[in-house]
C-alpha cells in the first residue's frame, strides 16, 4: 500500500505534482486526464503534497491506528523527532509539551535526538577510519528509496546503518521492553517507508506527523496554559537534537568540517540530490568523497508541518531550544546510556530494487520532438514547466508513458494559439452563417407568408367553385373537399361536415357507391385521368373528371350535377356544339367524297365527248 493518495475530487490537473516528483513516479498517460500513482517508484518525499494548490495531494494517515493504541491497556511510548524544536516554537517550554503528549495518553516521551547520538558516533567511527571506500548517509527514507530505485549502482556506497528513529526504537524496546507500543512523531511521511522495513526490536508500530499530533490536541481539547511541567523520559538526547540543520549531524557525531582536512561533503535539497546521485553515478572514483545527504533543506517545512514559518525562524528555534537542552544535561547520565547502548547492533544492508524504465526506440523520441514542435538538434535546454531537465527527457517520459504532451508549456501555448485562430475563423464563418441564415429564414418567412396567403385565396376560390372539389389519398381518405361537393353529396354528408370540417379523413368508399369511387381506384392504380364521365347518382347524373395530383398517391376530382341549371344549360351547349362540330365534320366528308365523284363524272363526260367529235370529225374528212 502506498503512502501518497490523490482524491480526484479535488484535483484540477494542474499537474503540478507530477512536475515536482525527482523520479517521476506521478505520470499522466494519453488516455487519461488525471495524474496516477506508482506505488513502487514513490519514494515518500511528499513534494507532491506541498506542491498541490488543490489539497487534492494527501498522505496515509495512521492518526485512527494511534487513537486505537491510546485506547488499550498496552504500554504506549512517543518518540519525539528531533525537528520538534523547528515546528513548536509556539510551545513556551518543552517540558509543557511533553505533558501535552502525554495527556493524549502516551505512558512515556523520549527523544530520537539519543538516536541521532548514537548513529553520528559510528558514521564519526566511519569516516575517522578510512577503508578504502566512500559513503553516502543513509539518515533519510527518501534518499535511501531513491539509491535503491534509480541508482542501484550506489546501493554498495550506501552507509551500512539504520536511520536515528530505528535506532530509537531499539534503545527504547531494549530498556522499556519488547512488547510495548511505539509511535513516531516527526515531520514528514517518508518515515512510514522506514517503518515499512523494520523488522523484530527495530519495529515503530505507526507515524504521527506534527500537523496530525496539532489535530490530536484540539480534538482532545489540550492546551499549554491549563498543564503542569514534565520532562522528556531517558535516555536524553545531546546534540542530535541540531539534526534539523544539516551540518548539526556532524557536529553530533564531533565530525570536523574542515573544508582542508576532512572529506565530507553536506548536500540538502530535491536539486542538489538530483545532481549529486547523477555525478556520483558517472564519476564515483572522481569525486573521492562522503556525503552527508537530506532530500530537504534544513529546517525548509515538510508535508507534515505547518507552513507559513520562515526557515530562518525554524532554524533559530532549532539552535536556542539546543543550546537550552545542553545547558541543563546531566553529562555523567548521558555518557552511561552511550556507552549501555554502544554494543546495540544498528547495522543495515540495503538492496537494488532498479525501477528505471527501459530507453524508448530514438525514433519514438524523435517522433516525440517532432509533434513538440522540438528540432533534434536543440541544445537539450529546456523551459522547466514540464518538470523534466530538457525537452529531450521531457519526450523520453512521454514515449515511456510517463507524461502527456499538453503538459509541455510551450506547445500547450501553440496549440491554445492555434486553436484560437481556428476559433476565430469558426467564429466569423459562423457570424457569415448566421447572417446567411437570417436571410434564408426572412425569405422562408415570406415564401411561407405568400403561400399561406396563396393557399387561403386557393382555399377561397375552392368554396367559390359552382363545381364539387374533392382530393383524396391512395386509402381514398378524403384530404381536401369543398363545400359544394358537400351538397352535391347530400344531407348526410352535410351533417358529417358539421363535425369533421371539409370531411378531412372521411372514408370515400362510405359516402358514395361502388361505380363512383371506382373512378377514383382506376386513376389511382393506372396512372391515366378520367375525364367528363357520366356517374348516376341517386336519381342525378353527375359529371366526374379524375385527375392525377401526385403519381399513385394522391388525386383530384371536379364533379359537377347536370340537373343544376347553369350546368344543364353550360353541358346542352357544349354537347350541342360537339353535336355540331360532328355534322360539321360529317357534310365535309360528304362533300369532299360527293365533290371527287362529281369531279370524275365530268371527266368521264368530257372524254366521251371528245371521243365523239373526234369520230364525227374523221367521218367528214
Given at each position: 500500500?502506498?503512502?501518497?493518495?490523490?482524491?480526484?475530487?479535488?484535483?484540477?490537473?494542474?499537474?503540478?505534482?507530477?512536475?515536482?516528483?525527482?523520479?517521476?513516479?506521478?505520470?499522466?498517460?494519453?488516455?487519461?486526464?488525471?495524474?496516477?500513482?506508482?506505488?513502487?517508484?514513490?519514494?515518500?518525499?511528499?513534494?507532491?503534497?506541498?506542491?498541490?494548490?488543490?489539497?487534492?495531494?494527501?498522505?496515509?494517515?495512521?492518526?485512527?491506528?494511534?487513537?486505537?493504541?491510546?485506547?488499550?491497556?498496552?504500554?504506549?511510548?512517543?518518540?519525539?523527532?528531533?525537528?520538534?524544536?523547528?515546528?513548536?516554537?509556539?510551545?513556551?517550554?518543552?517540558?509543557?509539551?511533553?505533558?501535552?503528549?502525554?495527556?493524549?495518553?502516551?505512558?512515556?516521551?523520549?527523544?530520537?535526538?539519543?538516536?541521532?547520538?548514537?548513529?553520528?558516533?559510528?558514521?564519526?567511527?566511519?569516516?575517522?577510519?578510512?577503508?578504502?571506500?566512500?559513503?553516502?548517509?543513509?539518515?533519510?527514507?527518501?534518499?535511501?528509496?531513491?539509491?535503491?530505485?534509480?541508482?542501484?549502482?550506489?546501493?554498495?556506497?550506501?552507509?551500512?546503518?539504520?536511520?536515528?528513529?530505528?535506532?530509537?526504537?531499539?534503545?527504547?524496546?531494549?530498556?522499556?521492553?519488547?512488547?510495548?507500543?511505539?509511535?513516531?512523531?516527526?515531520?514528514?511521511?517518508?518515515?512510514?517507508?522506514?517503518?515499512?522495513?523494520?523488522?523484530?526490536?527495530?519495529?515503530?508500530?505507526?507515524?504521527?506527523?506534527?500537523?496530525?499530533?496539532?489535530?490530536?490536541?484540539?480534538?482532545?481539547?489540550?492546551?499549554?496554559?491549563?498543564?503542569?511541567?514534565?520532562?522528556?523520559?531517558?535516555?536524553?538526547?545531546?546534540?542530535?537534537?541540531?539534526?534539523?540543520?544539516?551540518?548539526?549531524?556532524?557536529?553530533?557525531?564531533?565530525?570536523?568540517?574542515?573544508?582542508?582536512?576532512?572529506?565530507?561533503?553536506?548536500?540538502?535539497?530535491?536539486?542538489?540530490?538530483?545532481?549529486?546521485?547523477?555525478?556520483?553515478?558517472?564519476?564515483?572514483?572522481?569525486?573521492?568523497?562522503?556525503?552527508n545527504v537530506f532530500y530537504r533543506e534544513g529546517c525548509a517545512p515538510a508535508e507534515g508541518m505547518t507552513r507559513d514559518i520562515s526557515r530562518i525562524v525554524r532554524r533559530a528555534w532549532v539552535v536556542d531550544y539546543t543550546a537550552k537542552r545542553m545547558s541543563q544535561m546531566d553529562w555523567g547520565q548521558w555518557k552511561k546510556d552511550m556507552e549501555e547502548f554502544s554494543g546495540l547492533d544498528l547495522s543495515r544492508t540495503f538492496n537494488a530494487d532498479d525501477r528505471r524504465l527501459p530507453a524508448p526506440p530514438e525514433s519514438r523520441i524523435r517522433e516525440v520532438l517532432k509533434v513538440l514542435g522540438k528540432k533534434e538538434e536543440d541544445d537539450g535546454s529546456s523551459c522547466g514547466n514540464c518538470g523534466y531537465a530538457s525537452c529531450r527527457d521531457f519526450a523520453v517520459a512521454v514515449a515511456q508513458?510517463?507524461?502527456?504532451?499538453?503538459?509541455?508549456?510551450?506547445?500547450?501555448?501553440?496549440?491554445?494559439?492555434?486553436?484560437?485562430?481556428?476559433?476565430?475563423?469558426?467564429?466569423?464563418?459562423?457570424?457569415?452563417?448566421?447572417?446567411?441564415?437570417?436571410?434564408?429564414?426572412?425569405?422562408?418567412?415570406?415564401?411561407?407568408?405568400?403561400?399561406?396567403?396563396?393557399?387561403?385565396?386557393?382555399?377561397?376560390?375552392?368554396?367559390?367553385?359552382?363545381?364539387?372539389?374533392?382530393?383524396?389519398?391512395?386509402?381514398?381518405?378524403?384530404?381536401?373537399?369543398?363545400?359544394?361537393?358537400?351538397?352535391?353529396?347530400?344531407?348526410?354528408?352535410?351533417?358529417?361536415?358539421?363535425?369533421?370540417?371539409?370531411?378531412?379523413?372521411?372514408?370515400?368508399?362510405?359516402?358514395?357507391?361502388?361505380?363512383?369511387?371506382?373512378?377514383?381506384?382506376?386513376?389511382?392504380?393506372?396512372?391515366?385521368?378520367?375525364?367528363?364521365?357520366?356517374?348516376?347518382?341517386?336519381?342525378?347524373?353527375?359529371?366526374?373528371?379524375?385527375?392525377?395530383?401526385?403519381?399513385?398517391?394522391?388525386?383530384?376530382?371536379?364533379?359537377?350535377?347536370?340537373?343544376?341549371?347553369?350546368?344543364?344549360?353550360?353541358?346542352?351547349?357544349?354537347?350541342?356544339?360537339?353535336?355540331?362540330?360532328?355534322?360539321?365534320?360529317?357534310?365535309?366528308?360528304?362533300?369532299?367524297?360527293?365533290?371527287?365523284?362529281?369531279?370524275?363524272?365530268?371527266?368521264?363526260?368530257?372524254?366521251?365527248?371528245?371521243?365523239?367529235?373526234?369520230?364525227?370529225?374523221?367521218?367528214?374528212?
Open positions: 500500500m502506498g503512502i501518497i493518495e490523490i482524491d480526484y475530487s479535488k484535483c484540477r490537473m494542474s499537474y503540478a505534482c507530477v512536475r515536482i516528483c525527482p523520479v517521476k513516479a506521478i505520470g499522466v498517460n494519453a488516455e487519461d486526464d488525471f495524474p496516477r500513482i506508482a506505488e513502487d517508484r514513490c519514494i515518500g518525499c511528499g513534494s507532491c503534497i506541498l506542491v498541490c494548490n488543490q489539497s487534492a495531494v494527501s498522505h496515509r494517515s495512521d492518526i485512527d491506528k494511534v487513537k486505537m493504541l491510546l485506547g488499550g491497556e498496552q504500554t504506549i511510548v512517543a518518540m519525539l523527532a528531533p525537528e520538534i524544536a523547528a515546528e513548536f516554537g509556539d510551545v513556551t517550554d518543552y517540558r509543557k509539551f511533553v505533558t501535552m503528549i502525554k495527556k493524549l495518553g502516551f505512558h512515556d516521551v523520549c527523544e530520537v535526538s539519543f538516536g541521532v547520538d548514537l548513529v553520528a558516533a559510528r558514521y564519526a567511527d566511519l569516516f575517522t577510519h578510512f577503508r578504502g571506500k566512500y559513503y553516502i548517509s543513509s539518515n533519510c527514507p527518501s534518499v535511501v528509496a531513491f539509491v535503491e530505485k534509480f541508482h542501484p549502482k550506489l546501493v554498495p556506497n550506501l552507509a551500512p546503518f539504520v536511520n536515528p528513529m530505528t535506532a530509537m526504537a531499539k534503545v527504547i524496546r531494549q530498556r522499556y521492553g519488547a512488547q510495548i507500543s511505539l509511535v513516531y512523531i516527526g515531520p514528514s511521511v517518508n518515515a512510514m517507508l522506514e517503518a515499512a522495513r523494520a523488522r523484530d526490536d527495530e519495529r515503530t508500530d505507526a507515524v504521527l506527523t506534527f500537523a496530525e499530533l496539532r489535530r490530536l490536541f484540539e480534538e482532545y481539547n489540550i492546551t499549554e496554559s491549563t498543564l503542569e511541567y514534565s520532562g522528556f523520559d531517558p535516555p536524553f538526547g545531546y546534540k542530535g537534537a541540531l539534526y534539523p540543520i544539516p551540518q548539526g549531524y556532524l557536529q553530533a557525531g564531533n565530525i570536523t568540517e574542515d573544508l582542508l582536512t576532512n572529506r565530507i561533503i553536506t548536500t540538502e535539497g530535491r536539486e542538489n540530490l538530483i545532481e549529486l546521485l547523477r555525478v556520483l553515478d558517472e564519476q564515483m572514483e572522481e569525486v573521492n568523497h562522503h556525503f508513458g510517463l507524461a502527456k504532451t499538453e503538459m509541455c508549456l510551450t506547445f500547450s501555448l501553440k496549440n491554445r494559439q492555434e486553436y484560437i485562430k481556428t476559433l476565430r475563423q469558426t467564429n466569423e464563418k459562423l457570424a457569415k452563417t448566421q447572417e446567411a441564415l437570417k436571410e434564408s429564414e426572412k425569405k422562408a418567412r415570406l415564401e411561407q407568408q405568400h403561400a399561406s396567403e396563396a393557399m387561403e385565396t386557393t382555399a377561397a376560390m375552392l368554396q367559390k367553385l359552382p363545381s364539387g372539389v374533392v382530393i383524396v389519398d391512395d386509402k381514398l381518405r378524403i384530404m381536401q373537399s369543398n363545400r359544394r361537393f358537400i351538397e352535391i353529396l347530400g344531407r348526410e354528408a352535410g351533417e358529417i361536415s358539421e363535425v369533421i370540417q371539409g370531411l378531412k379523413g372521411a372514408d370515400l368508399k362510405t359516402l358514395i357507391p361502388y361505380p363512383f369511387y371506382n373512378l377514383f381506384s382506376y386513376v389511382l392504380e393506372k396512372d391515366d385521368d378520367v375525364v367528363n364521365r357520366d356517374v348516376h347518382y341517386e336519381e342525378r347524373i353527375l359529371n366526374v373528371s379524375v385527375f392525377t395530383i401526385r403519381r399513385n398517391k394522391v388525386v383530384g376530382a371536379v364533379v359537377r350535377d347536370m340537373f343544376m341549371p347553369e350546368v344543364r344549360k353550360e353541358e346542352v351547349i357544349r354537347r350541342v356544339s360537339e353535336a355540331i362540330n360532328e355534322n360539321l365534320e360529317l357534310v365535309q366528308k360528304i362533300a369532299f367524297l360527293l365533290g371527287e365523284g362529281a369531279s370524275r363524272t365530268e371527266k368521264t363526260l368530257n372524254s366521251i365527248i371528245e371521243f365523239h367529235q373526234n369520230e364525227k370529225k374523221g367521218r367528214t374528212e
